[in-house]
């Protein structure tokens, strides 16, 4: 029953069942009259003698009879439900798989991911094999390409890079995912917006405002975890550079051609948003990158209702250095150029755990360069070093999303297993 219910919540489905075995019962009796009614004026074959089980009493008969009707409705129930669950499942899961994983993911721990971009997706995307509770909190900077079309003509904040989040924790066909992805390449106002972005767009006019369309996307898409913006203010991001220019807008500080010494949010005092405030207070893990330092990573930490709850949480803070510098932003950096970046932004003490890829791969292209820790003293006390190999060796500029995720469990059980009390 209660499947049906889910299936097609809202109708009364039992009722209708029950009148359905009510009808199949009295056709059953009318048969039954009708044929005793013939027995008694015919002659039949005396098969139908042993057919009908005429050399046992009339109990004996009864139960027999109830016994096979039972296991007959019972058999067709289980093919059924069988039948129809094959239908809704993905394609070579089983229903006991499928509880097993989800429950398993339900006790996972609540971790919490700040970024942005195409670092932040591809954290989400390894961690959602471990865990359900997961939060990802996402910058709104984000000002070019089609976000920052839409952010201007709807006064919305910007789309891609919640889209991207979506994407990576949906749980849909794959087709629904390259159709959210999907951008276009022509059309007189369409060229150069993607599907996903142009679809957030579409239900804030359906819900009214950005919180509701991105809960009801994710409903639509089937998300596992909740993604949620750092603010809800309109904010600019500007960046100050070594030569003493100022750059406005985020799509701009990369090409600028300088050196960034800092970056900070016009207006500057903003309010955090209270969902994501809330998300990180209650947080086992706090994992803090990958992704561009200065234009995904900071404008989070540089909201300060963020910033004061990273500090405040009990959770494990980790953050995760690139593994790639990035031409306009961290050009020459290493590991503790990033670290520094951060403190100089936010103060020291933010941080538990600094995870550095330890793997050399073959070096990208271009003025990209690989930030690695060889031959490297690490005389920090806070935070502390962990290594690992986290690189997607296909694509040196980035990290692989199970190989990242793997290792962050790791640190998150060993420090879990190293605290007073553990068990």
């Not at 009339?58 to 096979?68: E, Q």
């Not at 819900?207 to 996307?217: D, K, P, R």
Request: hydrophobic letters at 45%; proline letters at 4%; aromatic letters at 8%.
């Amino acid at each position: 029953m209660s499947f049906f219910k889910w299936m097609y919540p809202g109708m009364r489905v039992k009722r209708w069942l029950v009148l359905l075995t009510f009808g199949i019962v009295l056709i059953s009796l009318g048969l039954a009259y009708f044929s005793v009614s013939i027995y008694h004026i015919e002659h039949y074959p005396a098969i139908v003698y042993y057919l009908t089980l005429q050399f046992l009493n009339h109990a004996t008969r009864g139960v027999l009879f109830a016994v096979i009707g039972i296991a007959s409705i019972a058999i067709a129930v289980v093919q059924l439900n069988r039948s129809l669950i094959s239908a809704v499942l993905p394609t070579g899961d089983r229903l006991v798989d499928l509880v097993y994983r989800r429950r398993q993911l339900g006790r996972g721990p609540r971790i919490v991911c700040i970024g942005g971009g195409h670092g932040l997706s591809n954290l989400l995307r390894g961690l959602k094999g471990y865990t359900g509770n997961l939060a990802a909190i996402v910058t709104v900077a984000d000002d070019g390409g089609s976000s920052g079309r839409l952010r201007e003509e709807f006064s919305m904040l910007p789309p891609g890079d919640f889209r991207q989040c979506i994407v990576a924790l949906s749980d849909v066909e794959p087709l629904m995912t390259k159709l959210f992805q999907y951008r276009f390449g022509a059309g007189d106002g369409l060229e150069g917006h993607s599907f996903g972005n142009l679809f957030i767009a579409a239900m804030i006019g359906v819900t009214g405002n950005f919180e509701q369309a991105l809960a009801e996307s994710s409903r639509v898409l089937n998300v596992r975890g909740q993604i949620l913006p750092s603010t809800l203010s309109n904010v600019t991001l500007h960046a100050e550079l070594a030569d003493s220019r100022v750059v406005a807008g985020e799509h701009h500080i990369t090409s600028a051609g300088g050196r960034v010494e800092r970056v900070r949010l016009l207006p500057d005092h903003v309010e955090a948003h209270a969902e994501a405030v809330a998300a990180i207070r209650s947080a086992d893990m706090v994992v803090i990158g990958p992704g561009s330092l200065y234009t995904s990573v900071l404008p989070n930490l540089l909201v300060e209702g963020i910033a004061a709850a990273v500090r405040q949480t009990a959770a494990l803070r980790v953050y995760v250095c690139n593994v790639a510098t990035e031409v306009g932003e961290t050009d020459h950096y290493d590991v503790a150029g990033h670290l520094d970046a951060i403190e100089r932004h936010v103060g020291p003490g933010m941080l538990d755990i600094v995870l550095v890829n330890d793997r050399a791969v073959a070096t990208p292209q271009g003025s990209v360069e690989r930030v690695e820790m060889d031959g490297v003293a690490w005389t920090r006390t806070q935070p502390q070093l962990a290594l690992g190999d986290v690189v997607d060796p296909d694509q040196p500029m980035y990290h692989q999303p199970a190989k990242l995720a793997k290792r962050l469990i790791e640190l998150f059980y060993d420090r879990t297993a190293s605290r007073p009390g553990a068990v």
